[in-house]
């Protein structure tokens, strides 16, 4: 569930109107983009749970280096120095240092506690997809701060499509086939 960090992104976008949204989705997701990799390599372990829950099939034994608040922060000011380097622009560094630790307090409430402070540390989190509705009203929520937020007045496509995505994932207990996805047309909304 990647649409509350892109709204926290899209709503920073106010904040650092001359950072790409390309950089303030990166920062947001930036521990999502690491996880894989560190999986790949061993040092984080997952692995599938079926059940009724389409929100809870991923069981994250261990991501201290890519999802600890710790490792986050120093994510965080690794990505900023690197982009102030790049832009020269301080204000938006420190702009997409704190994205990059948003993410730690965006998956702390949704996640089961899985989300360490440290690595080794003891696990954290409220747990909120274990309720297909909570975790549904509060996707709605991110649309609206995507909508209200950023970029008043466009369409977006990513909210059109997560719109049409979120009821069919939040119905259906097992992952979408390509058989089970109607594509439709997103056009841009004029003004």
């Known amino acids: 569930m990647f649409i509350g ?62 999802h600890s608040l710790i490792t986050l922060i120093g994510w965080g000011a690794l990505f900023a120095y690197l982009y102030r380097v790049r832009t020269g622009d301080g204000r938006a560094a420190l702009v997409v240092a704190l994205l990059v630790v948003s ?44 909508r209200d937020g950023a970029l008043p007045g466009r369409a977006l496509p990513e909210t059109a499509l997560s719109v049409t995505a979120w009821p069919e994932s939040a119905l259906n207990a097992s992952p979408a086939t390509p058989h089970s996805v109607t594509p439709f047309p997103v056009t841009p909304h004029s003004n």
């Open 5 to 66: 960090h892109y709204a926290v992104a899209l709503a920073a976008k106010r904040v650092a109107p001359r950072t790409s949204l390309g950089t303030l989705f990166a920062a947001t997701s930036l521990a999502d983009l690491l996880w894989p990799v560190f999986l790949l390599f061993g040092w984080e372990q997952a692995h599938v749970v079926p059940g009724p829950n389409p929100f809870l099939t991923l069981w994250l034994d261990s991501i201290p280096i890519s």
């Open 103 to 146: 993410h730690w307090l965006l998956d702390y409430v949704t996640h089961r506690p899985d989300m360490p402070l440290y690595p080794g540390g003891t696990p954290w989190g409220l747990g909120l997809w274990n309720s297909v509705t909570g975790a549904v009203a509060v996707g709605v929520g991110g649309i609206d701060i995507e």
